[in-house]
């Protein structure tokens, strides 16, 4: 990374075509992520694709169309992926201000998209880098998934919402709530590739532990440098 970095808006057939290479890099797959002709309806349609470029490389690229949270409009953020030489590089945080600054000039209150609870990197940068709070936990989200990160696992998700108002604080606890902590693995895509039984199972743990509470109406508040989602959880 050379320090030159931009961000923008991905029109041509060409800028697409390399933003699925890209993205096939990033989840190691011969199988596309996403293809052109999709790419050009959703931007042509007035969704969100773009692409950050280290001079004229194309380095991370994000997709995404216009969706509803809680009765307000939103842009749903479906795929951001970094290619492994930059993903430290703060590119990413880069990405989703670009959007929320592209969604607020739009008058489109949230950006919401999924995240695997299990992924430690990820959880702390939704929740503590950017703020977002966690509207949903969903079973198995896409079903199998055969990518080099994903594969022999279950595709739970956790659905966050960002509001594109810095001002708008994170929801309040709930009164009369007491503090739980949920462990998470260190290294989910570590263990999927070298025990996916000892993957599976965490699966399950967290889905029990995390999932089951916020279905009963608990608030994730927060996520820790050790790796544990903070809960206030309704007496």
Do not use: C
């Amino acid at each position: 990374m050379t320090g030159e970095l931009e961000i923008r808006l991905l029109e041509s057939p060409d800028e697409m075509a390399s933003l699925v290479t890209v993205l096939q890099q990033v989840w190691d797959t011969t199988a596309p992520i996403v293809n052109v002709e999709l790419l050009r309806a959703m931007a042509h349609s007035g969704g969100y694709v773009a692409g950050g470029f280290d001079h004229d490389r194309l380095v991370g690229a994000s997709f995404g169309f216009l969706a509803r949270h809680h009765g307000e409009p939103a842009l749903h953020s479906h795929v951001t992926g970094i290619l492994p030489g930059v993903q430290h590089s703060g590119l990413g945080r880069s990405i989703k201000l670009h959007q929320r600054d592209w969604a607020a000039a739009r008058d489109l209150a949230w950006i919401t998209w999924t995240f695997d609870p299990l992924v430690r990197r990820n959880a702390w940068f939704n929740l503590e880098v950017l703020g977002a709070h966690v509207s949903e936990y969903a079973v198995n989200f896409y079903g199998p998934m055969t990518d080099s990160i994903n594969a022999h696992d279950e595709s739970d998700r956790l659905v966050v919402a960002w509001p594109t108002d810095p001002t708008v604080a994170r929801p309040a606890a709930p009164a009369g709530s007491t503090t739980v902590h949920v462990d998470t693995p260190q290294d989910i895509v570590f263990l999927r590739r070298t025990d996916p039984s000892e993957g599976m199972e965490w699966r399950r743990r967290v889905r029990k532990e995390l999932g089951e509470r916020i279905d009963a109406g608990a608030m994730v508040t927060g996520f820790t440098r050790e790796g544990q989602y903070v809960l206030q959880v309704i007496a």
